[in-house]
T-cell receptor, first 115, second 114 residues
Framework: AQTVTQSQPEMSVQEAETVTLSCTYD???????LFWYKQPPSRQMILVIR??????QNATENRFSVNFQKAAKSFSLKISDSQLGDAAMYFC????????????FGGGTRLMVKP | DAGVIQSPRHEVTEMGQEVTLRCKPI?????LFWYRQTMMRGLELLIY????????DSGMPEDRFSAKMPNASFSTLKIQPSEPRDSAVYFC????????????FGPGTRLTVL
């Protein structure tokens, strides 16, 4: 079974600074997809960024980028120029090509942004 | 598009009562998921439907839990009888087909069983 681990229960960052959230996963599949979801206090789960395992290039979405290290099974999220609205729970998620697009989530990291 | 719609947003009930949670997926999406979120266990997939057919219900905790998807635009998750340990936020999500596609989540139903 696949597992997703987020080792940082909480992180804090100063507004306008950069922060990196860690995620590791365990799988024996060769084709899979990784996601970062954001859950603000409103509870709504929002997709931040996604990465296809067969793509070597790291995904980027505006201020959000990933560092995907396939051999190390690591998928970290970097948030640049942090804003107060970035404060939320962040969940790393995995789905394999054989998983029927069922997501396995990590335990989450609570990000606090200090003004 | 209105997004994934869940009702009710909040439900408070007493132990032993039947609870029904409802979900309307995004029109055109063919996959539907029910998740449960608790502090202790995080986000857990309960059941997954594809084209209205249950594909994987291995996450359903007990026989007290059941889910149906009678058509492409409606699904229910029922707990009967409910217990205090069922208290959680229940999310419904929908997506189009493949593993790469984003799952769109509803706002969740916060269930409290007294």
């Amino acid at each position: 079974a696949q597992t997703v681990t987020q080792s940082q229960p909480e992180m804090s960052v100063q507004e306008a600074e950069t922060v990196t959230l860690s995620c590791t996963y365990d799988t024996s599949e060769s084709d899979y997809y990784l996601f970062w979801y954001k859950q603000p206090p409103s509870r709504q789960m929002i997709l931040v960024i996604r990465q296809e395992a067969y793509k070597q290039q790291n995904a980027t979405e505006n201020r959000f980028s990933v560092n995907f290290q396939k051999a190390a099974k690591s998928f970290s999220l970097k948030i640049s120029d942090s804003q107060l609205g970035d404060a939320a729970m962040y969940f790393c998620a995995y789905t394999g090509d054989n998983a029927g697009n069922m997501l396995t989530f990590g335990g989450g990291t609570r990000l606090m942004v200090k003004p | 598009d209105a997004g994934v719609i869940q009702s009710p947003r909040h439900e408070v009930t007493e132990m032993g009562q039947e609870v029904t949670l409802r979900c309307k997926p995004i029109s055109g999406h063919n996959s539907l998921f029910w998740y449960r979120q608790t502090m202790m266990r995080g986000l857990e997939l309960l059941i997954y439907f594809n084209n209205n057919v249950p594909i994987d219900d291995s996450g359903m905790p007990e026989d007290r839990f059941s889910a149906k998807m009678p058509n492409a635009s409606f699904s229910t998750l029922k707990i009967q009888p409910s217990e205090p340990r069922d208290s959680a936020v229940y999310f419904c999500a929908s997506s189009l087909g493949s593993s790469y596609n984003e799952q769109f989540f509803g706002p969740g139903t916060r269930l409290t069983v007294l």
